[in-house]
């Protein structure tokens, strides 16, 4: 579905509504819903639309997902989302999980962004150059 300028544009400026401290606020986001479905300005479906869009895309910049070949200390869980909080910003959600396939290190992924050091990745890369 194309989607119009117009409504990009709405929904560009409805996101800017809903954002607190530069974080988009969930409560916000359902008023902000609630009076377009209400008015029912030209165009509100593709405004909605594409409002849904962007708050997705904001929230996966606003979540981490580290999987690591053995269950992280503490410690260094907390120097992982030091480290993220300075590149990313503050207010990001970060899973751990444990994955035993990738034999040793570590794979974030936060929004789009991949960040792989893991053993799996290393040997994959060389199984590639030979």
Same mark, same amino acid.
């Not at 916000?28 to 209400?38: E, S």
């Given at each position: 579905?194309?989607?119009?300028?117009?409504?990009?544009?709405?929904?560009? !400026?409805?996101?800017?509504?809903?954002? #607190?401290?530069?974080?988009?606020?969930?409560?916000? #986001?359902?008023?902000?819903?609630?009076?377009?479905?209400?008015?029912?300005?030209?165009?509100?479906?593709?405004?909605?639309? !594409?409002?849904?869009?962007?708050?997705?895309?904001?929230?996966?910049?606003?979540?981490?997902?580290?999987?690591?070949?053995?269950?992280?200390?503490?410690?260094?869980?907390?120097? #992982?989302?030091?480290?993220?909080?300075?590149?990313?910003?503050?207010?990001?959600?970060?899973?751990?999980?444990?994955?035993?396939?990738?034999?040793?290190?570590?794979?974030?992924?936060?929004?789009?962004?991949?960040?792989?050091?893991? #053993? !799996?990745?290393?040997?994959?890369?060389?199984?590639?150059?030979?």
């Amino acid at each position: 579905m194309k989607t119009s300028k117009q409504a990009r544009t709405g929904a560009r !400026q409805l996101l800017q509504s809903c954002r #607190v401290n530069g974080l988009v606020e969930e409560a916000k #986001v359902q008023r902000a819903v609630q009076t377009v479905i209400a008015h029912k300005p030209r165009g509100y479906v593709g405004i909605l639309s !594409q409002f849904r869009r962007l708050v997705k895309l904001d929230l996966d910049r606003r979540s981490a997902r580290v999987e690591s070949a053995v269950p992280l200390s503490a410690t260094l869980q907390s120097q #992982v989302a030091a480290s993220l909080a300075r590149r990313y910003g503050p207010g990001l959600n970060i899973a751990y999980s444990q994955n035993a396939a990738l034999l040793g290190g570590m794979r974030i992924k936060v929004g789009s962004d991949v960040y792989d050091a893991s #053993v !799996q990745a290393r040997l994959k890369a060389l199984a590639e150059s030979l």
